[in-house]
C-alpha cells in the first residue's frame, strides 16, 4: 500500500489545515494552524483519539 | 529543534475544556486539544470512522517543512505506546541533523549504534557494521 492514511502518503507534503483548539497553558480557546508550525520551523506530533470522558 | 504536540478527536473545544479540567489524570496536560468536529482533517488523515463519528487511534509525526514522516494506526481497544512515539521522534530528529545515518530497529536515543553510509559495502554486512 503507498497510502496508508486516507489520503495522505508518507513523504507528502500535507495541505495546510486549521483546528479550533483549547489550550490549558492559556485557559483559552485557540486554533492550531498547520502554516504556523512551518512558519516557525516547528516540528507537530498529531495523536488522534476516538473520545473524551472515554477509558484508554 | 522544537515539537508541539496537538491531540485531536471530534469533540468540541468546550467538551475538551470540560475534560481537561475536570479529570485529575489530565491535570498535567499543557499542549492544545483540537476539535475536529465535521471530521474534515480526521478523514484527510484517514482516521475518521463514517460509522461512529470517532477517530481511530492515529498518531502523525509532520516535520517543519509540512512533510508526513511518521504513521501509526490502531484500532480503538488498543493504545498506543508513548516511549515508542518518542523514540520515532527522536530518531526523526536525529536523522534530519545527520543526513548519511540511519536508525536501526534497536536505537533508542543518541548514541545509540547507527548505520552509516549505508551503501554496496554493507550489503549482507549489516551484522559487522552493527557490530564494529
Known sequence: MSECCGGLK??????MFELDTYEPTKGDFGKF????Q????????????????TFV | M??????VSTDTQFVHLAWRNGEK?????????ASDPTGKVSRMFG???EDNGLDLRGTFI?????????????????????????????????VSRKTNEVCPSKWKDDGDKTLVN??????????????G
Do not use: S
Open chain 1, 33 to 36: 494552524r498547520l502554516e504556523d
Open chain 2, 62 to 94: 509532520i516535520n517543519p517543512e509540512g512533510v508526513l514522516m511518521n504513521a501509526e494506526l490502531n484500532w480503538y481497544n488498543i493504545g498506543r505506546n508513548i516511549d515508542e512515539l518518542l523514540r520515532k521522534f527522536k530518531a526523526n530528529i536525529y
Open chain 1, 10 to 15: 508518507l513523504g507528502q507534503k500535507v495541505p
Open chain 2, 25 to 33: 489524570e489530565l491535570a498535567k496536560v499543557q499542549y492544545p486539544m
Open chain 2, 2 to 7: 522544537g515539537c508541539d504536540i496537538v491531540t
Open chain 1, 38 to 53: 512551518i512558519k516557525n520551523k516547528r516540528w507537530t506530533i498529531l495523536f488522534f483519539y476516538p473520545a473524551d470522558f
Open chain 2, 47 to 49: 482516521v475518521y470512522n
Open chain 2, 118 to 131: 549505508p551503501g554496496a559495502k554493507m550489503v549482507g554486512k549489516v551484522h559487522e557494521a552493527l557490530a
